[in-house]
């Protein structure tokens, strides 16, 4: 049975009383960070929507009438979800034109027609045009959520034809209790996991799986043997490659924090990657304070090109910055 997270209960108690108070829009747009869980919570609250006998008491959906049924089997068809074809990718024009219709048509159950689209910021600027009407002049049975961990990206023409709601990072003992009783791991505490995770507690489950953590030791190792002059720099970039660009700069922008952190506070320094604190003060030795925060500025750019409308070669975004490390007063 579909249910929010545990850390999910304010946003949760809004909808509640947006619903009580006959005041629910026809577009929401859902924002947060990776991991915060805004997909399962925009189909739980989907579910209660359609349900045709909620429970009196909680206002939750009942799981077991017809309309729940179908929900649960995932053939309600009065709950559309689009997402891209691939992960990653853009949203096609085709696919955002189906779901408008879909809206419009009459629905099943004669209450309400749903539509989910995740991410919203992979709508191109033609897309996200073709949406803007339905936004306008919504079909009066409708409900759209949108869903993005990176709402600026999106038209401000969409963002101000939505109803925002914000998922702050979950850091708390709600979060920290949940992620021990779903994926214990022994060598990272909750607390950790939560703070490598940027607050958001479904991260840390990609975290563990994909080795990720493991990365960030090979990342160090990588960057003390460039200092050093150490390594070929082609193969360093090669091998970051395999591991994601996107995850290569964030980890790349959070160690190098950590590591200006250490330069500037020493002892005192607040580390999001604390249970590395030994490797990065071996680290932060070698390097001086400006040319570390030349180079958060320059994987900074690069983080924002690599996620910007142009498209780059990966490989040689990665190459720049293994390449700026030691000449950070090269131009961009
Ligand atoms: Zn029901």
């Not at 922008?253 to 999001?272: F, H, S």
């Not at 030349?294 to 975004?317: A, R």
């Amino acid at each position: 049975m579909m249910s929010i997270y545990p850390w999910q209960t304010y946003e949760w108690q809004r909808f509640m009383e947006m619903q009580q108070q006959d005041r629910m829009p026809h577009a929401i747009l859902l924002c947060g960070p990776e991991g915060i869980g805004l997909n399962q919570f925009a189909q739980t609250v989907a579910m209660q929507m359609l349900c045709l006998s909620k429970n009196e008491e909680t206002n939750s959906a009942c799981g077991i009438c017809q309309s729940c049924q179908l929900y649960i089997a995932g053939s309600h068809p009065d709950l559309n979800i689009i997402e891209p074809e691939e992960a990653g990718k853009q949203l096609k024009i085709a696919q955002v034109r189906e779901l408008i219709e879909y809206v419009t048509l009459k629905s099943f159950s004669g209450k309400l027609k749903i539509a989910i689209i995740e991410p919203a910021d992979a709508m191109n600027r033609a897309t996200a045009n073709a949406l803007l009407k339905t936004l306008e002049e919504p079909p009066s049975q409708s409900m759209l959520f949108l869903l993005s961990h990176r709402p600026s990206k999106l038209p401000i023409t969409i963002r101000s034809r939505c109803q925002r709601i914000d998922f702050k990072p979950s850091y708390d003992q709600t979060a920290a209790e949940w992620l021990d009783q779903e994926f214990a791991d022994a060598n990272f505490s909750a607390d950790l996991l939560l703070r490598l995770a940027g607050g958001g507690p479904l991260k840390a489950k990609v975290l563990l799986e994909d080795e990720q953590l493991a990365f960030r030791h090979t990342l160090i190792k990588d960057l003390r043997r460039i200092a050093k002059k150490n390594c070929d720099p082609v193969q360093i970039a090669a091998h970051w490659h395999t591991l994601g660009l996107e995850n290569t700069l964030n980890w790349l922008m959070k160690i190098i924090l950590d590591l200006i952190r250490l330069k500037l506070l020493r002892e005192r320094a607040n580390l999001i990657n604390l249970d590395l604190k030994e490797d990065l003060q071996d680290l932060v030795n070698s390097l001086d304070l400006l040319a570390l925060v030349k180079n958060y500025d320059f994987v900074l750019l690069k983080y924002q090109q690599s996620t910007g409308p142009m498209n780059y070669n990966p490989l040689s975004i990665l190459e720049e910055i293994v390449l700026h490390w030691n000449n950070p007063e090269i131009a961009k």
